[in-house]
């Protein structure tokens, strides 16, 4: 099963230019505008078109493309989780079948099919290189030029009889309709945000419901985007906890070892904590923690989870080596915590540039000002 | 849950109602209601509650909606200040490896 599901890596990736939208590159487009290939693992078969075999593909997910999703949430192979750009066939599609573009991204992509279990639909999917709708619209690989491009490539004009093309909603931050109907002859038509509301669109008529239209950010929707958060946090605490635990050996009557069985472990502790703090607890309970900013959402949790942290710990508050050492993750939790609430802004599915760029000019500041004073009264616990 | 709101007064959308045909495009693509219209022009029912993804300005024919179009990403914002490329949904290119394709990021779910 996992060689299988190793196939489905798309055949151009580490060939794709390096700006993708570039002109020029003739002999370069001419093999990206290729038709998808047949034997990608979760092709079923094949339709015929004009000018070739269409990939037919299913309602229904494998077990690979499940596995699939869970790595990509949790960061394996996530940045080449991609189909072969083109056309689609779901189901048996005819000539006068409704015409749904995607990304590339393997997710968007099985999203999409799996929200039309008994439909037959023509699904064209935008080369936007494995990234999703909305961040590949944002960034403009899902865009006007791409879309047209690709309409042409896939023959779209001699496979439909109509000239109507159903866009997810969130690609229209790089797709203007009115361009593409000029350059393609096909009219744009917004669907609903979630793939899941596509069926009940079709169904009225292509009309949305002004709540399809409404990006919300519920809490599965954060829930899942919490694997990625802690993956990213790996790499740092890697380096982060060797090094706390190698401080806390200094200083003390005790010996090195125990005061890193002792302080060193209380202090990984900590950090963990500001980890749950900022990529766990901030994304699972966001609407409810006051405050606009993320950072301050974040502050909001890590301060009591420190405060509690070194309560439990019951150091001798009298001396000043344990006050510094308390005081010092009562500054670093929180700083923590705040910087990754912060970070949880690009996840999260309302922020602003504008905005976010506001919010860093005093939360950088003051986090990278409670982080340095904290590992400053830190290192000076050590060797008092 | 109620709709999720960013910080106040900082967004860059502008309307100029006057060039406004009232096709209600705009009002489509947002994701957010941010806009309204009342007799065949274009308002703002939510100002606030843009996060500037450009949808709209994207999608209107006649220029009248303009917003500075960017990703909420404080890690895209650190990516560019720290000089990777491609301040945009923390995807960066890395510079010192252009070949090996985008790598990072922790927004694009």
Same mark, same amino acid.
């Given at each position: ?384 | ?15 100029? =109602? %006057?060039? *406004?045909?009232? $096709? @209600?495009? /705009?009002?489509?693509? #947002? &994701?957010? !209601? ?12 939510? =100002? %606030?509650? *843009?996060?500037? $993804? @450009?949808? /709209?300005?994207?999608? #209107? &024919?006649? !220029? ?46």
């Amino acid at each position: 099963m996992m060689k299988v599901c190793a196939n489905d890596s798309p055949k151009k990736q580490v060939l794709l230019p390096m700006a993708p939208l570039a002109a020029g590159a003739a002999s370069d487009s001419q093999t990206e505008m290729s038709p998808p290939r047949l034997e990608q693992a979760f092709v079923t078969g094949s339709v015929a078109g004009p000018s070739g075999r269409i990939p037919r593909v299913s309602s229904a997910l494998t077990w690979c493309d499940r596995w699939g999703a869970i790595k990509a949430r949790w960061g394996v192979g996530r940045m080449h989780y991609a189909v072969d750009p083109g056309l689609y066939a779901l189901g048996s599609p005819d000539d006068g079948s409704p015409v749904l573009a995607t990304a590339n991204y393997k997710m968007s992509f099985d999203c999409l099919r799996e929200a039309l279990p008994g439909r037959d639909a023509w699904v064209l999917v935008l080369d936007t290189e494995g990234i999703n709708v909305w961040c590949a619209a944002g960034k403009g690989s899902f865009g006007t030029e791409e879309l047209v491009r690709r309409i042409t490539a896939s023959g779209l004009k001699d496979i439909v009889k109509h000239r109507n093309l159903i866009l997810p909603q969130l690609g229209a931050p790089g797709v203007a309709a009115h361009l593409v109907r000029k350059q393609s002859g096909f009219k744009i038509h917004y669907g609903p945000v979630l793939a899941r509301d596509v069926a009940a669109y079709l169904d009225a008529g292509l009309r949305a419901t002004g709540e399809m239209r409404r990006k919300t950010f519920p809490v599965r929707e954060r829930a899942v985007l919490i694997p990625i958060e802690l993956v990213a946090t790996l790499k740092p605490a890697m380096i982060i906890i060797p090094i706390l635990l190698l401080i806390s050996g200094f200083g003390g009557e005790r010996g090195f070892l125990q005061n890193m069985a002792q302080d060193g472990i209380f202090s990984v502790l900590a950090f963990l904590c500001a980890i749950l703090s900022g990529a766990v607890l901030t994304p699972l309970l966001l609407p409810y923690l006051p405050g606009r900013a993320f950072t301050t959402k974040g502050i909001v949790i890590g301060l009591p989870i420190a405060v509690a942290l070194i309560y439990a710990w019951g150091g001798d508050l009298h001396g000043w080596r344990d006050i510094l050492f308390g005081g010092s993750w009562l500054l670093l939790i929180p700083a923590f915590s705040a910087y990754l609430a912060m970070n949880f802004t690009g996840a999260s599915t309302y922020t602003s540039l504008s905005g976010v760029k506001r919010e860093m000019r005093w939360a950088l500041p003051l986090e990278i000002g409670a982080g340095l004073s904290g590992f400053a009264a830190l290192l000076v616990s050590r060797f008092i | 849950m109620k709709n999720l709101i960013y910080l106040r007064d900082v967004v860059t959308l502008r309307l100029d =109602r %006057d060039k *406004c045909s009232g $096709c @209600g495009m /705009c009002l489509e693509v #947002c &994701p957010h !209601g941010v806009l309204a219209i009342d007799e065949k022009r274009v308002r703002f029912r939510n =100002r %606030d509650a *843009c996060m500037e $993804c @450009g949808a /709209c300005s994207r999608n #209107c &024919p006649v !220029g009248a909606v303009s917003v500075e179009a960017g990703v909420g990403c404080a890690a895209a914002v650190i990516n560019g200040m720290l000089n990777r490329q491609s301040a945009t949904c923390g995807c960066f290119v890395d510079p010192k490896n252009p070949s090996g394709g985008r790598a990072g990021g922790t927004c694009c779910s």
